[in-house]
């Protein structure tokens, strides 16, 4: 019996299984497709924000993926040197979507609300765009280097848990056993519809269609987020269109896309008579947003989609699956190997429930914002001259990024329950040093003779630094980055085992 099946192996089932064994906690990790299908829906671009980008920086990912979205980039035809611009490019691609990218290679770029550009003038902004293939290739990569074990073709069809473990029911009968298992299973979660979690909140009203097809005259119609009747998006990936038309939602989510389908979604969202010649794959989405009401039952947990879905305008939803991976890795693998008691997981919903809430409110309110209409122009219009105002644009843009996130908003000390700033912690502690293997880090000041002998029971767990900054004090930060405990030595003993476990 491993410890913990990871049902799903997208980015999120990837990501919480390198984790998960950085922790020390075995995984199986169970894919319903094969290699090959997953890549197939690997449909338009992908972000990455701040604080996803922040957190796999812990781990030394940020390099990879970076060398992935310059590869596509170039594959492309983007492969501008920061600071050109776009004025040769051609008319399809003189776009919201071409600005978004010279965004990025500007460095300018934190995401969007709505399709409103939040900028950061100067630079320096942390943002990647990439395909979905490209990210799952990454960690992957990873998962394999540390030994993981992924079974494609694999479908669970049932979930079902007692005292001693949890057992996951495969297509053809098999029958596999773990001590615990997170079902990364996506939106229509098969663990979550047969743990029986409760999914509530508000139903579709808008149809999204994203397509690998081929235009008679591929230069009538070009991306526009305000259309007669809706969006129209003609990727920077050669081939791809999406539309989104807000109809009530889609009709028949399982039934194949057809040329004929699609053709009829352009003429009515652009007022042109496009032809469609060739279509190859497309998929249906909606902004239908739900939310399970609490992310564990007990040995089962939810992480990504299968916890929450809604709207994908403004790219949140991928981020927000991997900040649950990286907030239950560390906890789970504790609690799986015996070094920390069950309670260490009700944290994961305390935390991470939260956030999602707020993500939804938002995506919301997006949808809301690209409807059509006078009313909603005037709405745009208003909102765009206070994202002008710098406060505005930083409150913003800290909430598509994540960077206001805060674990423990009514600690006494301000740094506990926030992402632990670069100047509190020596460098390496952020770019795959310290923090890489997964083990908390104690950071105290120079000249302190007394965190070996703190973390001393939690050599396992935990590693100290005598390199913190002179006027941060000491820093308990904790496996995903955040701070768990600040101040003098009054307290870190109570910190350790609240979320390291008892000493040995």
């Given at each position: 019996m491993t410890d913990v099946i990871i049902v799903g192996g997208g980015p999120v089932g990837l990501l919480l299984a390198c984790e998960l064994t950085l922790a020390g906690a075995g995984v199986l990790v169970l894919e319903a497709a094969s290699g090959e299908e997953r890549r197939t829906r690997s449909l338009g671009l992908r972000s990455l924000n701040a604080r996803t980008l922040r957190s796999l920086a812990l781990r030394g990912l940020v390099e990879p993926l970076t060398e992935a979205q310059w590869a596509m980039f170039e594959e492309l035809g983007q492969g501008r040197e920061p600071g050109d611009d776009l004025k040769d490019a051609p008319p399809a691609q003189a776009d919201v979507v071409a600005l978004m990218v010279e965004m990025v290679q500007k460095g300018m770029i934190r995401g969007h609300f709505s399709g409103l550009p939040l900028l950061e003038p100067g630079g320096g902004a942390d943002f990647l765009m990439l395909k979905q293939h490209q990210l799952e290739g990454v960690l992957a990569a990873r998962a394999a280097e540390l030994g993981v074990t992924v079974r494609h073709d694999c479908r669970v069809t049932d979930v079902t848990q007692d005292e001693n473990g949890v057992a996951a029911t495969l297509a053809d009968g098999q029958v596999v056993r773990g001590a615990y298992l997170v079902g990364c299973d996506g939106g229509r979660s098969v663990v979550r519809k047969r743990s029986a979690f409760a999914f509530s909140g508000t139903p579709a009203t808008m149809t999204g269609r994203t397509?690998?097809?081929?235009?008679?005259?591929?230069?009538?119609?070009?991306?526009?987020?305000?259309?007669q009747g809706g969006l129209v998006n003609l990727s920077l990936v050669p081939g791809e269109i999406a539309t989104i038309e807000f109809d009530g939602?889609?009709?028949?989510?399982?039934?194949?896309?057809?040329?004929?389908?699609?053709?009829?979604?352009?003429?009515?969202v652009t007022g042109v008579d496009v032809v469609i010649t060739r279509l190859e794959a497309g998929i249906r989405y909606s902004d239908n947003t739900r939310h399970a009401d609490t992310y564990r039952k007990d040995r089962v947990l939810l992480a990504g989609d299968a916890a929450h879905v809604h709207s994908?305008?403004?790219?949140?939803?991928?981020?927000?699956?991997?900040?649950?991976?990286?907030?239950?890795?560390?906890?789970?693998?504790?609690?799986?190997?015996g070094l920390a008691p069950g309670s260490l997981l009700d944290t994961y919903t305390a935390e991470r429930h939260p956030v999602a809430a707020r993500v939804l409110r938002n995506t919301r309110a997006q949808v809301a914002l690209m409807r059509t209409g006078a009313q909603v122009d005037a709405l745009r219009e208003v909102l765009t001259e206070v994202l002008e105002l710098p406060d505005a644009r930083r409150y913003f843009?800290?909430?598509?990024?994540?960077?206001?996130?805060?674990?423990?908003?009514?600690?006494?000390?301000?740094?506990?329950?926030?992402?632990?700033?670069?100047?509190?912690?020596?460098?390496?502690?952020?770019?795959?040093?310290?923090?890489?293997d997964g083990r908390g880090l104690l950071v105290v000041p120079p000249g302190q003779d007394w965190p070996g002998e703190a973390v001393a029971g939690y050599r396992d767990r935990v590693r100290a630094s005598t390199e913190g900054a002179p006027d941060a004090g000491a820093l308990l930060v904790r496996p995903d980055g955040y701070v768990a405990w600040a101040g003098g030595r009054d307290g870190l003993g109570e910190a350790l085992a609240t979320w390291f476990g008892p000493a040995r």
């Open positions: 397509a690998v097809a081929e235009l008679a005259d591929s230069g009538t119609i070009t991306s526009s987020l305000r259309g939602g889609p009709g028949e989510r399982d039934a194949p896309m057809t040329a004929g389908e699609l053709q009829g979604s352009l003429r009515r994908p305008i403004g790219g949140q939803g991928l981020n927000l699956g991997l900040q649950d991976a990286v907030n239950l890795g560390w906890k789970l693998g504790l609690v799986a190997r843009s800290a909430m598509v990024e994540g960077t206001d996130v805060d674990y423990a908003p009514d600690a006494a000390e301000p740094l506990v329950g926030r992402f632990v700033p670069p100047s509190a912690t020596p460098p390496e502690a952020s770019s795959g040093g310290l923090l890489a």
